[in-house]
């Protein structure tokens, strides 16, 4: 409580200055819930989110969050979810260097590009209330989504460890008590096919079920000049089968389980004359680490495939004015890829990365919710996760046409931890709500590395008892508790104000990819305070929704990637809680319909943040750099005149603007759409070298659909990127670029019964 008094005080009047800012500021937009009802006044339709692990309007929430629902996921050309952050204030997302199925999301300046077990993101995936531990797989394609709900800021209270930056909501349709679906199929760009089906089968009264699917290809769109292949393309398919079971009124139980294979890569590209080239050497048709390498990775070829498997079951029983929720969850995947990150033209690549990999996780949770009178609600629970991971993988440098395996070993990690939580609003009157909330982690995590048996040409193999030897521990224990606290203010019927103090943490780990026992480093938990302050309206009788949040974000024990040169003289990347980090901005959004059939919307987000606090690591590091010694600048967060680097994909300034309108033609509805986003230069490296900077850039998206009035079918036509704009998504290591996708089209028809 000291800390939060210190700083949410320093800060009053820099919260007040931006939110008298919002008034004249560009707005956001908040997405309709596609099941929710209009209002009387024939305005805007209410939002439900589970933000808060319950339903409320999200006018209802003192909570940053951004909702879109599952209608208007194809109207802004959102296919998956890495294509979300383009539409959310002070929010950045890129495709993994290497790994098509991997996403790396910062929020606020928090987020992580590290997607190897020993490491744990700051902004959490949750599909139906089960959290995805592992980035390896986050990017999915939608199909038969219900809504997305991104939630900025840490969730540490209700949403537990690992979401300081925030948590993105995949809510899923559940079986409709009718029978129907969909069908739909598309073709596009790059030889692009996507088909998606859904059908919503009733068994009796009591008994529903829904089987959903889709499939989808492409060529890519990266020329190998090396290989004449055409690379960064996808190949996956999925299946989904859910029951809904109401044995009485007072009992609802969900079952689902899903089957999900991607097969794409995310290689560097060069950019000439407007197309985009690759030069590895890597095929998706030959083996080229054969005899290199131990295990079965020495059979892979180009690839990155992931088999996701998972179960789910939500069993909820109504108990008077409380809600019980038994929620469990397993998730199986398996990796299988080889990628090339410095894009090198020999047969084994410039810097090759194979994995074989294997993750699994188990999560039981017990909620409980509900009220108490009218002045008294209540949310409260035990959870529990367990991970168990082993990563099989190796690092192939090439040098002068003779590869050199610099690393060769088998990795084990395990993760325990059980929490308990609990947040209670309380009314004192009816204008006034204040939340109060704790969540007590206590986490275990083990690791071990056990060496390859076959012969290293270059560097050394080492396992867990040399890591042991160099004093460096193979267990760790954390107990952390996040605490939040709020207030809500409703002067008048449409129009809530909030302030809230929201702690959480991001778990600590072991630097797996060290190239040496020494530098297989363990780094501690960052702990976050988060102050927000901000206001939810609805005007010009309910046909406006404006909704602007301030923030002021506190990081200690930041994890950041260090850059130094060791005693060999080489460079090691290794991530330490290298300082401190400190945000602090504005975000509005918006949606209005100012006539009937038309809706708009805009957003933006302000921030600015800064490092530290340095550590005695980064204060050499600068101080080497300061003296001449060019091979320890540009490294980690320090830039190459020895300063603290612009922090990593936090962009002063996101923006995104757009809507639609529903044409009556006739017998006939035609509705065109379009939407822009923006966000200023950033940097997409760890550090400020040339070319980790991606220059402020627009993307356009645009479509057109048409629909019969007495029909089930639709059309549609639109292009994503339509200005063919050309940026830097990663720059990793230095001076290896991977680009954004650049101008498709895809024309699709659907037919609903």
Known sequence: MDHFRRHYHSHVSWTAALLALVATSPVVAQSQDSEAPATESNGLADIIVTAQRRQQSLQDVPIAVTAISGDELSAKQIRTTIDIPRLVPNMTGTTNVGIGSANTYFIRGL?????ISTFDPPVGTYVDDIYVSRQNANNFTFFDVDRIEVMRGPQGTLFGRNTTGGAINVVLKKPAE??????????????????????????????????????????????????????NGNRGYGVRAALRVLPSDTVTWDVAADYIHDNGVNLPSVLTDGKLYSLTGLKTTAAPLKNLVA?????????????????????????????????????????????????????????????????????????????????????????????????????????????????????????????IYAQLDYKPTDQLTVTVGARYTSEKKTVGVVPSTTPLPFGVPYGSAAI????????????????RIALEYRPGKDVMLFASATSGFRSGGWNARALSAENFLQF????????????????????????????????????????????????????????????????????????????????????????????ATIVAQ????????????????????????????TPKLTMAFGGSYDAELGSFTLTPSANASYQSRNT???????????????????????????????????????????????NFPPGFKFYNMPRTWRVSAGYTF
């Open 178 to 231: 009718t029978m129907g679906g969909y069908a739909e199929a598309s073709y596009g760009a790059y030889n692009q096919l996507t088909a998606r089906a859904s059908l919503d089968l009733p068994l009796s009264e009591k008994v529903f079920t829904k089987i959903s699917a889709f499939g989808n290809r492409s060529d890519g769109y990266v020329h190998n000049r090396t290989t004449r292949e055409k690379n």
């Open 295 to 419: 295990g079965r990775k020495s059979n892979f070829v180009l690839q990155n495939i992931t088999k996701n498997v998972s179960f789910t079951s939500n069993l909820q029983v109504e108990l008077g004015d409380a809600n019980l929720a038994f929620i469990t969850g397993y998730r199986d995947l398996k990796q299988d890829y080889l990628s090339d990150l410095f894009d090198g033209p020999l047969p084994t690549g410039g810097f090759a990365i194979v994995n074989a990999g294997r993750f699994k996780q188990f999560t039981q949770e017990l909620k409980v919710a509900g009220d108490i009178g009218n002045a008294l609600q209540y949310t409260a629970g035990l959870f529990y996760i367990h991970e168990s991971n082993q990563t099989d993988f190796a690092d192939v440098f090439s040098l002068f046409g003779f590869p050199l395996v610099l690393s060769d070993r088998v990795l084990s990690n395990k993760t325990s931890a059980p929490a």
């Open 524 to 615: 501690g938990p960052e702990k976050v305070w988060s102050y927000e302050t901000g206001f939810r309206t609805e005007l010009l009788d309910s046909t406006l929704r404006l909704n602007a949040t301030a923030f002021y974000t506190d990081v200690n024990g930041f994890q950041v990637p260090l850059g130094f040169v060791d005693s060999s003289g080489a460079i090691n990347f290794v991530t330490q809680n290298g300082s401190d980090f400190r945000n602090y901005g504005l975000e509005a959004e918006a949606v209005w319909a100012p006539v009937e059939r038309l809706s708009l919307f805009a957003n933006v987000g302000l921030q600015k943040a800064k490092y530290l606090n340095p550590n």
């Open 622 to 649: 600068q101080a080497a750099c300061k003296s001449g010694k060019a091979a320890s600048c540009g490294q980690g967060i320090v830039d190459p005149l020895g300063n603290l680097a612009q922090p990593q994909r």
């Open 468 to 483: 042991s030897a160099k004093g460096i521990p193979l267990e760790d224990r954390t107990k952390q508790l996040t605490p």
């Open 684 to 730: 997409v490296g760890s550090a400020a070298v040339p070319g980790d900077f991606v220059a402020g850039e627009w993307l356009v998206g645009a479509g057109l659909s048409l629909k019969p009035s007495m029909a089930s079918w639709k059309l549609s036509l639109e292009c994503a990127n339509c200005t063919n704009t050309h940026f830097v998504g990663s």
């Open 111 to 115: 987020g992580n590009t590290e997607s």
